[in-house]
């Protein structure tokens, strides 16, 4: 049984920095890219991030593009975002999702195993 579980959530003041990890079991880990989605209340989920099966190809979304960065330790079968300069826009749950494509994907549909999602708070 795959399973995704996201941690490193939580409350910090615009201008901080947190670190999101995502530790995935039951699945062959470097077979799968990874992607970090985050949907805010009344809002439909946003692509933040994607990267590669082996980690060489990185995509973002352009609200976050040079301020957080995505990096895969498929020796450790972990998905991390890193993220600096956070803004108040940034408040969502934060979530890892699995696809087995090569290519950058940035549908929800593409993505066929997603983490339960952690709570990211910005204040301002």
């Known amino acids: 049984q795959v399973q995704l579980v996201e941690s490193g959530g939580g409350l910090v003041q615009a201008g901080g920095s947190l670190r999101l990890s995502c530790a995935a079991s039951g699945v062959t880990f470097s077979t799968y890219s990874m992607g970090w989605f985050r949907q805010a209340p009344g809002k439909e989920r946003e692509f933040v991030a994607f990267?590669?099966?082996?980690?060489?190809?990185?995509y973002y979304g352009a609200s976050v593009k040079g301020r957080f960065t995505i990096s895969k330790d498929n020796a450790k079968n972990t998905v991390y975002l890193q993220m600096n300069i956070l803004k108040p826009e940034d408040t969502a749950v934060y979530y890892c999702?699995?696809?087995?494509?090569?290519?950058?994907?940035?549908?929800?549909?593409?993505?066929?195993?997603w983490g339960q999602g952690t709570q990211v708070t910005v204040s301002s």
């Open positions: 999702a699995a696809t087995p494509s090569w290519y950058v994907v940035q549908a929800t549909s593409s993505y066929d195993y």
């Open positions: 990267i590669g099966r082996l980690g060489g190809t990185t």
